[in-house]
Structures are given as structure tokens and as C-alpha cells.
């Protein structure tokens, strides 16, 4: 049932945040973000089976030009579709505010994670969390500026 309201919940934001250039929805303050907003992005990315366009709200954190996200879905025992997706065409592009702009995407490795994963932490607590309930270990998914064929 998590993944449903998930779906549902997302598309709305979606709505909401592209018709309000990010003024709205542009902030996660739900559980550990009640008390300390996170900034959220839209990730713009293509089905690996189905090749259509699909748009997912996540937390991001800023690394230098890179912005890293979480593939938690709340600690579920699956990796999100949106992470299955991007391994397959790891080309997407996200949102931030108003601005749009194309990324290429790669699985943190092990010493990228272990730096990263605290700072992911203090930005959202609940990451931990989400950690502890499930047997998975979360990757952690660094956006680095542009295409793999602009490099």
C-alpha cells in the first residue's frame, strides 16, 4: 500500500511544484523534516521496459556541482523504480526550483557512501531510519552535470 500512496502523493507534488516553480513542494516537511525542511528536486527519467518519461520528487543534498539523492523508499525491502531506471539509462535530467538541467547518474560506491551517508543523515534523519528497517543497503545516487556524451 506504501508504494501507491507514494505514487499518488508524488504526482500531486509534481503538480504543485512545477506549477509553482518549486515555491511550493520545493521543501520535505514531513518526519524529520518537520522541524528542518529538505530541499527536493524533481528527477526526470526514462522507464527502463517502457521507455516513458516519468517524474519523481526527491530529497537531495548539494556535493561540490554534484546533488545526491537517497533511493530509500522509506525503508521498503525493494530499490524504487526511478533507481532501477536510472541504472539502465543513467541520462536524466531534475529540477531544482525553476531551473532544469541535465545530469548523468551513478551508484555511490563504497567509499563515496560511507562520506556521503552522514552528511545525507543530517539533512534528514529519517535516512537512518529507513536504513534500520530494511536488510537493503540504500543507495546513495550521485547527479553529476550533464551527459555522459557531453563529457
Known sequence: ML????KHVGRAQVW?????????GGKWRIGAGFRRPVPTLLLEHRGRKSGTEYTTPLLFIRDGDNTVIVASQGGLPKHPQWYHNLRAAPDAH??????????HAATADAEQR?????????????FDTY????D???PVV???PGHAAED
Open 3 to 6: 508504494p501507491t500512496i507514494f
Open 16 to 24: 504543485i511544484y512545477r506549477r509553482t516553480s518549486g515555491r511550493i
Open 94 to 103: 531534475i529540477q531544482i526550483g525553476r531551473d532544469r538541467f541535465p545530469v
Open 114 to 126: 560511507a562520506r556521503l551517508w552522514p552528511l545525507l543523515v543530517a539533512a534528514f534523519a529519517d
Open 131 to 134: 536504513q534500520a528497517w530494511t
Open 136 to 138: 537493503r543497503e540504500i
Open 142 to 144: 550521485i547527479l553529476r
